[in-house]
Nanobody
Framework: QVQLVESGGGLVQAGGSLRLSCAASGRTFSRDKMGWFRRAPGKEREFVAAISRSDDSTYYADSVKGRFTISRDNAKNTVYLQMNSLKPEDTGVYYC???????????????WGQGTQVTVSS
């Protein structure tokens, strides 16, 4: 089992920044991919970013490339999502997830955190 706890969400003005954290515990080594997804009001959950444990490869949705950065601290078992130049359309609940297969497919992730709300005002 893997337990994931997100933190760092909040209310920010457009153009601002936030850093989300995902603290992982349990058998984290059993899952290669750590990903961030978000769900905007009335929309499906969508991929934001992912990082591979095996080779540190990173992956981003086109909508966040150049603005968001995913990273991890193995010593702290924590994954981060640095979000810069935030836009109102970035508003949503952000979820951390752990999985082993395709990095952008929610169904391929086995463990999920409870989510943290990010609200970007215009």
């Amino acid at each position: 089992q893997v337990q994931l706890v997100e933190s760092g969400g909040g209310l920010v003005q457009a153009g601002g920044s936030l850093r989300l954290s995902c603290a992982a515990s349990g058998r984290t080594f059993s899952r290669d991919k750590m990903g961030w997804f978000r769900r905007a009001p009335g929309k499906e959950r969508e991929f934001v970013a992912a990082i591979s444990r095996s080779d540190d490869s990173t992956y981003y949705a086109d909508s966040v490339k150049g603005r968001f950065t995913i990273s991890r601290d193995n010593a702290k078992n924590t994954v981060y999502l640095q979000m810069n130049s935030l836009k109102p359309e970035d508003t949503g609940v952000y979820y951390c997830a752990a999985g082993s297969k395709r990095y952008s497919i929610p169904a391929d992730y086995d463990f999920w955190g409870q989510g943290t709300q990010v609200t970007v005002s215009s």
